[in-house]
């Protein structure tokens, strides 16, 4: 059973600090990691996507992964009220047919 | 935008009832993949077509079927719904093959409620 698994939060960040959401996974063939933002009553939208160990940064937005410790997190530079939605941690195990393994989710809110 | 599409938007039914939601997967993607999305949860993996053929299931009975057409478009049937099943059902599509092919585009859902 692959399973994802985030804190649901709520984590509560005041606005302009660095927020950072945290994912762990059990399936150790995973080869493509996800982050999607979902505002409350909309669909998931792609923030990042990972593939290698290490960093990946786009714009305010940083992913890590760490594959030996089955660990990915986003972290989310000068937090914005814009950026309070929930974040959900996807990941793939590179099979052709397989879908996403997504997290609940976590419940990030920036206070102004 | 992810130029993928849904409807309805929303939807009630009522338990023992069938019911058909409709996606238009972005141009040029050729995978589609369905989701159920129950409040407070994660997205749960249903099903992916490709080619209009069904090539990946998740855990869901096989009440829960679909179709892909060539023209990027594919449903979602449920028969025999169930109270369980009022969930937000979202599609998504993906290229097949290639550099960032596992990387999926989400629609903007349909929200079911089954009474």
């Known amino acids: 059973q692959k399973e994802v698994e985030q804190n649901s939060g709520p984590l509560s960040v005041p606005e302009g600090a660095i927020a950072s959401l945290n994912c762990t996974y059990s399936?150790?063939?995973?080869?493509?990691f996800f982050w999607y933002r979902q505002y409350s009553g909309k669909s998931p939208e792609l923030i990042m996507s990972?593939?290698?160990?290490g960093d990946k940064e786009d714009g305010r937005f940083t992913a890590q992964l760490n594959k030996a410790s089955q660990y990915v997190s986003l972290l989310i530079r000068d937090s914005q009220p814009s950026d309070s939605a929930t974040y959900l941690c996807?990941?793939?195990?590179?099979?052709?047919?397989?879908?996403?393994?997504f997290g609940k989710g976590t419940h990030l809110i920036i206070q102004p | 935008e992810t130029g993928v599409t849904q409807s309805p938007t929303h939807l009630i039914k009522t338990r023992g009832q069938q019911v058909t939601l409709r996606c238009s997967s972005q141009?040029?993607?050729?995978?589609v993949s369905w989701y159920q999305q129950a409040l407070g949860q994660g997205p749960q993996f249903i099903f992916q077509?490709?080619?209009?053929?069904?090539?990946g299931r998740g855990n869901f009975p096989p009440r829960f079927s679909g179709l892909q057409f060539p023209n990027y478009s594919s449903e979602l049937n449920v028969n025999a719904l169930e109270l369980d099943d009022s969930a937000l059902y979202l599609c998504?599509?993906?290229?097949?093959?290639?550099?960032?092919?596992?990387?999926?585009?989400f629609g903007p859902g349909t929200r079911l409620t089954v009474l």
């Open positions: 141009s040029g993607h050729n995978t």
């Open positions: 077509y490709y080619r209009e053929e069904e090539n």
């Open positions: 998504a599509s993906s290229l097949s093959r290639g550099l960032g092919a596992d990387t999926q585009y």
């Open positions: 996807a990941v793939h195990s590179g099979g052709g047919a397989d879908g996403l393994t």
């Open positions: 399936d150790r063939v995973s080869q493509s």
């Open positions: 990972i593939y290698s160990n």
